[in-house]
Nanobody, 124 residues
Framework: QVQLVESGGGLVQAGGSPRLACAAS????????MGWFRQAPGKEREFVAA????????NYADSVKGRFTISRDNAKNMVYLQMNSLKPEDSAVYYC?????????????????WGQGTQVTVSS
């Protein structure tokens, strides 16, 4: 089992570059592909980015490609989401998730463990 705790959210101006962090418990962190999802009020949870177990492969939603970067540090049990050039439409609760899979998947239903989320609000 994996417990996930996100941090790094808050109020950011448009164009800002915050970094979200997700701390994972457990000694089997490296067996999980990791993902970031977000959910805005009244909308379905949507995929943002995913990273493979090793960190060598990544996948991004088209809406964030070129602006966001996902990374992980297996030695520290951490996964990060560097967000650049933020837009008001990026405002949402951002969730870290773990997927016990060797694939990079973008459906939230495929992920096994979730953090509590961190709010990111982008002001224009």
């Amino acid at each position: 089992q994996v417990q996930l705790v996100e941090s790094g959210g808050g109020l950011v101006q448009a164009g800002g570059s915050p970094r979200l962090a997700c701390a994972a418990s457990g000694r089997t962190f490296s067996r999980y592909a990791m993902g970031w999802f977000r959910q805005a009020p009244g909308k379905e949870r949507e995929f943002v980015a995913a990273i493979s177990r090793s960190g060598y492969s990544t996948n991004y939603a088209d809406s964030v490609k070129g602006r966001f970067t996902i990374s992980r540090d297996n030695a520290k049990n951490m996964v990060y989401l560097q967000m650049n050039s933020l837009k008001p439409e990026d405002s949402a609760v951002y969730y870290c998730a773990a997927d016990d899979s060797s694939y990079l998947r973008n459906r939230y239903q495929d992920y096994d463990y979730w953090g509590q989320g961190t709010q990111v609000t982008v002001s224009s």
